[in-house]
């Protein structure tokens, strides 16, 4: 199973509380693992890639961080949220084959 | 580097009729490459994948696409228009590491009756 869990999947939240997003995976151990957004008419921008517990790479400075506690596990967080973090984040790991990715069904956060 | 370029935003054909999505790509060596499909409000399915084997790739859905190195394009057709097929199509290309895709900015796929 490549089953990728995503939640909450809509959310909204105040300019400067905190973010938490959380991704879970079924399948083979140790998956790469990755964060995405995708914002209002723009393609989908990689946040975070992560090839094991505790090994995150980040892609872009930003307001966000990214933490894999458990080797199924990767969450996607902010301490102060801002108007610019809306967008709609996807989860998606690497495929056991080979450099394919596959996606959760995301999570909506709007910032108001 | 490698890049995607999915050369229309917007593309409408009536249910029936031949689909046609437009994707050429850069890459300074052989590249992997994906077509994605995003439904309103839904994550990314899969939709077929090019690595280096049969240029003419098959993928669900009755959609394939067919890799031209010449051209560089890997441009995703249909024969025949469904309803259901209406979303947003991404053409997405591999990195050197193998670790992220870089995606196309979409095209929007409108099929009217």
């Known amino acids: 199973s490549q089953t990728i869990h995503q939640w909450p999947a809509t959310l909204v939240q105040p300019v400067g509380s905190p973010l938490s997003l959380e991704c879970t995976v079924e399948?083979?151990?140790?998956?790469?693992l990755y964060w995405y957004r995708q914002a209002a008419g723009r393609g989908l921008q990689l946040l975070f890639y992560?090839?094991?517990?505790?090994?995150i790479s980040s892609e872009v400075p930003q307001n966000l961080s990214a933490s894999r506690p458990q080797d199924r596990q990767f969450i996607l967080s902010s301490k102060k949220l801002l108007l610019s973090d809306s967008g709609f984040y996807l989860c998606a790991r690497q495929g056991i084959a080979g450099n394919t990715i596959y996606f959760g069904e995301g999570s909506w956060l709007t910032v108001v | 580097a490698q890049s995607v370029t999915q050369l229309d935003s917007h593309v409408s054909v009536s249910e029936g009729t031949p689909v046609l999505l437009r994707c050429n790509y850069s890459s300074s060596y052989s590249p992997s490459l994906f077509w994605y499909v995003q439904h309103p409000n839904k994550g990314l399915q899969l939709l077929l994948k090019y690595t280096s084997a049969a240029t003419l790739v098959k993928g669900i859905n009755g959609f394939e696409a067919e890799f031209k190195k010449s051209e560089t394009s890997f441009h995703l057709t249909k024969p025949s228009a469904h309803m259901s097929d209406a979303a947003e199509y991404f053409c997405?290309?591999?990195?050197?590491?193998?670790?992220?895709?870089?995606f196309g900015k979409g095209t929007s796929l409108l099929v009217t009756p």
């Open positions: 997405v290309v591999s990195d050197s590491s193998g670790y992220a895709l870089n």
């Open positions: 399948g083979t151990s140790n998956p790469n």
């Open positions: 992560s090839v094991g517990i505790g090994q």
